[in-house]
């Protein structure tokens, strides 16, 4: 780690970094937030500066509530929402609070890499559940809950991301997410939604939330702005029943500092008062749209026989299967010594399973992204010919 860096991605010359999964600057809304950091310190600051109450800002909560609540078909009410740093933070707490050491976390085969890093940070036993291009088998789920009760073990928590997956792309069906949450009921379950590409979707809105499909207490869902506004006012949000945020928002983390991101989230707050939001993320969505169809479009014609890849309906990611026999990690060098990087499928298997890659488009421009793939094509082309 570069203790002396500003920033956490850094682009290597001459090398499109496929591999950052983030937006793009160039669309970040600077000017409208420049206008609500103003707003927020209009009267002195009296909200923005001191510490926030543990819940967040009530003001963002309530508006937030009536957004969610406009969106999907089950209401959302204030108390039902509470304001995080994201949702890294919130995974992160989340845990702490609701799992004891040796209990069973189960995620997806594969996941968010990164949110592997956390739960390794806990004293949980991570196992991983088959998807398909229909996403989280819940058969293998039941299963594996009969199976626990039987021997006594408690899987406490099942972390998910069942909307335009990452690494991807997938949604979970409608049949499939129906039933998951009655079984997570049926047995206890936590889930723990990870929503965070919600509003990032290319043609149809996207399916309905678990959180709204679910009877309270079930599904914890988190939501963020890292990815429609800017990663680094890390604001984010839980949606959980009022019992389950009362856990978090009388934490020690939350009683001895409030709100993790009250700053920020009164500026987000501001920022969705002046009524820019909706249009920013329509912006993003064409944007966005965009690159993915001429990522694609690139891949289709550039890679050898022998992979494949679905177009995500929404979200930030492409992943692409390889031909048999072929590591993406191995890869990975001639890949980047060509100029394009990728995340490796290890990286999101406990199981160290490497037989694809992540691509996000999210962050380039089309020649940049067209080049990439003929890239991308060429170093497999070559592996296969060795």
Known sequence: ???????????????????????????FPAAGLAAACRAALADGGREALPYGASAGPAA???????RLSGLETRATGQDETLISAGNSQALDQIVALFCRPGDVVLVERPTYSLALGILGDHPVAVEALACDKDGLDVDALERRLVEARATGRTVRLLYTIPTFHNPTGTCLSAGRRRRLVEVAAAYGLL?????????LWY??????????????GTVLRLGSFAKTLAPGLRVGWVNAAPGQLERIATSGLNDSG???????AVVVERFL????????VARLRTAYAARRDVLAAALAT???????????????????????????????PAAEAAGVSFVPAARSHLDGHDGGLRLAF????????????ARLGETIDAALRT
């Open 60 to 66: 963002l909560r309530r508006r937030l509530a009536e």
């Open 191 to 199: 889930v723990v939604e990870d929503d965070v590409y919600r509003e």
């Open 362 to 373: 999210t962050l380039y421009e089309a020649e940049q992204l067209a080049a990439a793939a």
């Open 273 to 280: 008062a002046a009524g820019h939001y909706d249009s920013h």
């Open 1 to 27: 780690m570069a203790l002396t860096a500003s920033l956490q991605n850094v682009a290597r010359p001459g090398v499109i970094e496929l591999a950052f999964g983030e937006p793009d600057p160039a669309l």
């Open 258 to 264: 409030g709100c993790p991101s009250q700053f920020a």
């Open 302 to 332: 550039r890679l050898p026989p022998g992979c494949e890849f679905v177009l995500p309906a929404g979200g930030f990611f492409v992943w692409v299967s390889l031909p048999a026999g072929l590591r993406a990690g191995e890869l990975l």
């Open 203 to 216: 043609g149809a809105p996207a399916p309905p939330s678990l959180w709204s499909l679910a009877a309270p």
